[in-house]
């Protein structure tokens, strides 16, 4: 085991960094960097839907989530994402012209591959978007698009979130290709910024991880903790938030930030800190006003932000920015490390914490 994991103290912190890799391996043979073209000839012969359904678990759920900003901004496609759980005993609607789109690391959870199920035989599409080749979601959707993220021994997931991030990505800027609704400077920011990608993660990992660490030493005695997010950073809340519950059972609510003076204001005093997403984006003035009510509660914050946003708080946490959306990259790593950092400095079982298990095959 010493030896698979490659010199880490943890699968989990090994697969941490293994992103970069990630990265860089979705992307192989998918982009024609050239002629700025993405390729997904697993979807050459399905219409671009339109309406499309997530439907996921946990983890790859987030991941949807992130992913409908993207494929509402560039493909213009309408998106819904769902809670597969739910999704399964509600009298759901779909269009034969509509799409679900089932995303599972494991391609075996159960919930979501009843989704997948109810889905096909209500005549409608189904892509799958799963990182386990041959696994059971692979085999019975129309058509499967294969992360490649190499074997997720961690428990907790956090690379799978990266490399289906990244594959979401394509799929926006494929379908806004093939439906003209992506201008041409996008297309190109959007490219540039994905292949300047691996190599900003590596280089920021290390740094990160020290700041991870010098954190979760101050706040992990904390037994609650905020995480908020607006935009495409909600559902980086929310993974960040699951992330502290899933290996070091810190209590932890992840919060669209403006939802948070609807009640759970009410719960902020000086030892209940917020974890804030507060990156260089169109959103920052109001996540900035977010913080300050936190503030106001006498709440210590920390915010991950990017070089040049001017942020007071307790803990300012500086990563490297990247364009548009795309930050959000460079942001779940280090949310996967203050999560990591806090378990194993409790002395948690890091990568196989209580109650959970890898793949949730039963209902
Ligand atoms: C379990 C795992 C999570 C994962 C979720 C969905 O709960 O512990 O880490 O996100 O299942 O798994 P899937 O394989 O469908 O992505």
Redesign the pocket.
């Known amino acids: 085991q010493a030896a698979q994991k490659g010199g880490y103290k943890h699968f989990m912190l090994k697969e941490i960094f293994e992103q970069p890799k990630v990265v860089t391996d979705c992307l192989a043979g998918r982009v024609d960097w050239a002629r700025e073209e993405v390729t997904l000839p697993e979807l050459a012969a399905l219409p671009v839907p339109k309406r499309l359904h997530i439907v996921?678990?946990?983890?790859?759920?987030h991941a949807g989530m992130w992913g409908k900003h993207l494929l509402e901004s560039w493909a213009k496609v309408p998106v819904s994402v769902e809670i597969a759980s739910e999704f399964r005993y509600r009298d759901i609607l779909l269009d034969p012209e509509d799409m679900v789109l089932v995303?599972?690391?494991?391609?075996?959870?159960a919930d979501?591959l009843a989704g997948l199920r109810i889905a096909r035989e209500k005549g409608v599409k189904v892509a799958g978007l799963c990182?386990?080749v041959g696994s059971s979601i692979a085999r019975e959707a129309d058509a499967v698009i294969y992360t490649q993220a190499g074997p997720e021994i961690s428990?907790?997931?956090t690379k799978?979130?990266c490399s289906q991030m990244v594959l979401l990505t394509l799929l926006a800027l494929y379908w806004g290709r093939r439906k003209a609704t992506l201008a041409d400077d996008v297309r190109h920011e959007a490219l540039s910024a994905l292949r300047k990608l691996p190599g900003q993660l590596e280089s920021a990992l290390p740094g990160m991880r020290d700041e991870a660490q010098q954190l979760a030493r101050t706040y992990s005695k904390a037994r609650s903790f905020f995480y908020l997010g607006r935009g495409h950073c909600f559902p980086l809340a929310l993974e960040g938030a699951l992330k502290l519950k899933?290996i070091s059972y810190i209590h932890a609510e992840g919060y669209a930030s403006g939802e948070m003076k609807h009640g759970p204001i009410a719960l902020i005093d000086p030892e209940f800190p917020t974890f804030a997403l507060a990156l260089a984006d169109d959103l920052f003035p109001k996540v900035k006003s977010n913080i300050e009510e936190v503030q106001a509660r006498r709440g210590k914050v920390i915010a991950l932000t990017n070089p040049g946003v001017e942020v007071r708080v307790d803990n300012p946490w500086v990563v490297p920015a990247a364009w548009g959306p795309l930050a959000a990259f460079i942001a779940l790593p280090a949310l996967q490390l203050f999560s990591y950092e806090a378990a194993d400095y409790l002395g948690k079982d890091v990568d196989q914490p209580r109650n959970?298990?890898?793949?949730?095959t039963v209902e």
């Open positions: 996921a678990c946990g983890t790859s759920l995303i599972s690391q494991s391609g075996e959870t979501t990182n386990v428990v907790a997931s799978a979130m899933e959970l298990a890898k793949s949730v």
